[in-house]
């Protein structure tokens, strides 16, 4: 669990805070996915989750670590496993295989153990033809699968991911959301992620909006998008899956609520179950 108590930022020589008055609680096993408009404080949101930044005012706790308390750092560091924007500010070695183990090195991890992970690692991300390459010089959906990769290896109980995709083209987009897609099934992690894209906000558990450093919207993907009254106003648009099975329902289709994918559309005008006019 984390907790966030009454928090609020304010970087050194700021006229106005980047977060202010905090209060969350994020469950074990949630999926959380943390939107809202550029500069609403969504990066230095998630860099409190891990200690990268403190907070100003209130406490941020891990498991009950206060993030603040310096004695605190590297369990905190361990247990909250965090992904940027930019996988090269993540990539540190001259392989893939040394990059996923340079983490456990860190943790001072029995060397065995790290290559029992590494090789899991790599098959479960479907990085094997890649162990030998040189991480910067591979696409940018396949580095950030390695950085994720790197982090999992880790095992961190909180994977906590900072707009992961939005440098990456199609291709690599769609490469990562494979992998968190898979992740999301996974009922024992739990996931921060913040991301801008539709599709991948429906996905998630629970949606946090932020607009000028404050929660403004803490709920479900369904409540967020339907009726949707300030979605433009947060930077939002309605994933297009949803957005048919909203019209769908309206005319008397039975479309699963959660999570609305086109498989589900699909089904429903395959069965034909709507308003009389199947
Ligand atoms: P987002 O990720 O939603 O775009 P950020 O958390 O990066 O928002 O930024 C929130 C606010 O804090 C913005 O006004 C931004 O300019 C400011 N800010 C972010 N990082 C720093 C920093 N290191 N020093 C000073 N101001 C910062
Ligand atoms: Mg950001």
Do not use: C
Request: hydrophobic content about 40%; proline content about 6%; cysteine-free.
């Amino acid at each position: 669990m984390i907790e966030f108590d009454g928090v609020s930022l304010t970087y050194e020589g700021a006229q106005r805070p980047a977060l202010a008055g905090i209060d969350l609680t994020i469950q074990d096993g949630e999926s959380v996915a943390v939107v809202g408009p550029s500069g609403s404080g969504k990066t230095s949101f998630v860099r409190l989750l891990n200690a990268l930044h403190l907070p100003t005012g209130g406490r941020v706790l891990v498991d009950g670590l206060d993030t603040a308390d310096a004695s605190n750092l590297w369990k905190v560091r361990r247990r909250v496993g965090l992904i940027f924007q930019n996988p090269d500010n993540q990539l540190v070695s001259t392989t893939v295989e040394r990059e996923i183990a340079f983490g456990m090195e860190n943790l001072g991890l029995p060397s065995a153990e790290i290559s029992t992970r590494v090789e899991a690692a790599l098959d479960r991300m479907g990085l094997g033809r890649f162990r030998d390459r040189a991480p910067h010089r591979l696409s940018g959906g396949e580095k950030q699968r390695v950085a994720i990769a790197a982090v999992l290896a880790m095992r961190p109980d909180y994977l906590a991911l900072d707009e992961p995709t939005s440098l990456l083209d199609a291709t690599g987009r769609h490469e990562v959301w494979r992998v968190l897609d898979e992740l999301g099934r996974d009922s024992a992690r739990t996931v921060v992620h913040v991301t801008q894209f539709p599709e991948e906000i429906a996905l998630s558990s629970r949606v946090v909006v932020l607009a000028g450093g404050r929660v403004v919207f803490d709920g479900s993907p369904e409540q967020l998008f339907f009726p949707g009254a300030h979605l433009s106003e947060w930077g939002l648009a309605r994933p297009p899956a949803m957005e048919i099975a909203g019209e769908l329902r309206s005319a008397g289709y039975e479309v699963p609520a959660a999570p609305p994918t086109v498989r589900a559309i699909a089904d429903a005008l395959l069965a034909g179950n709507g308003g009389g006019r199947g």
